[in-house]
């Protein structure tokens, strides 16, 4: 089945630097990567997403990029606030009938005021 | 907190007893999911079922029981058989036809007494 690793489990950050969340994935079939943060106490939402068919999207402060061949996707986030400070997951899946979403193990991103 | 709801908030069990906890949505969303939450291990999938009267396990399914009676309805019981029961446990819905957007509840917090 598919896995789905994050690195680093943690990153800090001075605000107003950029942040970079690394996901790799093993299964080659996956073809779509959603990413979700978690501020805490709350539940978990989808920020951004990326289908296997572009190499990058971009939403206001947050972009995600996918190098398919290398099997790895990352969020980056400019201009960081304080706001930004949760725990962030991405996921991989394989569309199809029966598909589930492999999440990673999320990362904590603390931003420095 | 509109779309999807979980209660209660905060759950004890005691040990031998079985506990159910109660997912409801209004989102017409076919599809829904459930996801426990340990720190350090993202989201690990227990359950899902993507129409009524149907459902599938997980990566983690061992320990836990499920219902699809209505649409709108996705209980999940933590049975005796699962030994380490405490965690935070989410559940999700998403259309049919994928899971691209996960929609959470604002979970439940399960202890041990």
């Known amino acids: 089945g598919e896995n789905v690793e994050q690195h680093p489990s943690t990153l800090s950050v001075q605000e107003g630097d950029s942040a970079v969340i690394k996901c790799t994935y093993s299964?080659?079939?996956?073809?779509?990567f959603p990413w979700y943060k978690q501020e805490l106490g709350k539940r978990p939402q989808l920020i951004i997403d990326i289908r296997s068919n572009v190499g990058e999207k971009k939403d206001q402060r947050i972009a995600v990029t996918l190098n398919k061949t290398a099997k790895h996707f990352s969020l980056h986030i400019t201009e960081t606030q304080p706001e930004d400070s949760a725990v962030y997951f991405c996921a991989a899946l394989v569309t199809g009938a029966n598909s589930k979403l492999t999440f990673g193990k999320g990362i904590t991103l603390s931003v420095r005021p | 907190d509109g779309g999807i709801t979980q209660s209660p908030k905060y759950l004890f069990r005691k040990e031998g007893q079985n506990v159910t906890l109660s997912c409801e949505q209004n989102l017409n969303h076919d599809a829904m999911y459930w996801y426990r939450q340990d720190p350090g291990q993202g989201l690990r999938l227990i359950y899902y079922?993507?129409?009524?009267?149907?459902?599938q396990k997980g990566d983690i399914a061992e320990g836990y029981s499920v219902s699809r009676e209505k649409k709108e309805s996705f209980p999940l019981t933590v049975t005796s058989a699962q030994k380490n029961p405490t965690a935070f446990y989410l559940c999700a819905s998403s259309k049919q036809g994928g899971i691209e957007k996960l929609f959470f509840g604002s979970g439940t917090q399960l202890s041990v007494l």
């Open positions: 079922s993507q129409i009524v009267n149907d459902f």
């Open positions: 299964d080659s079939a996956s073809n779509y």
